[in-house]
């Protein structure tokens, strides 16, 4: 079965993922944006994503992600989004507990 996952960004599912692969810590997978407001929001933020600005200050200029799996609810994966390109979403996998506490405090 393909991996399939709902994408949560300030609490609001702004879209799906499928086709997902990753090396390492890095992710990339199809995008399907959901009709929403808060969908088109990220999807402009991340367009218009600064990776100087991200490099300066990883922590305020981050976009933070959370993978919720769409058939096990219970499996969640913790992620900087960096590029939405070409029906593409590019993402970067937080796993270690000090960027995890830097990044995702309130997890």
């Not at 949560?8 to 407001?37: C, E, F, P, R």
């Not at 769409?70 to 913790?78: A, C, V």
């Not at 507990?97 to 405090?105: G, L, N, T």
Request: with cysteine; glycine share 6%.
């Amino acid at each position: 079965m393909d991996l399939k996952y709902s994408v949560i960004w300030n609490g609001h599912a702004v879209g799906s993922l499928s086709n997902y692969t990753q090396d390492m810590w890095y992710i990339w997978a199809d995008w399907k944006g959901l009709d929403t407001l808060e969908s088109k929001e990220f999807e402009t933020l991340l367009s218009n994503f600064d990776h100087n600005l991200f490099a300066a200050d990883p922590v305020a200029n981050c976009i933070k992600v959370i993978l919720q799996g769409i058939y096990s609810p219970e499996k969640k994966t913790y992620c900087l989004a960096l590029k939405l390109e070409d029906g593409g979403i590019s993402l970067r996998e937080v796993v270690a507990k000090e960027a995890m506490a830097m990044f995702f405090p309130e997890i």
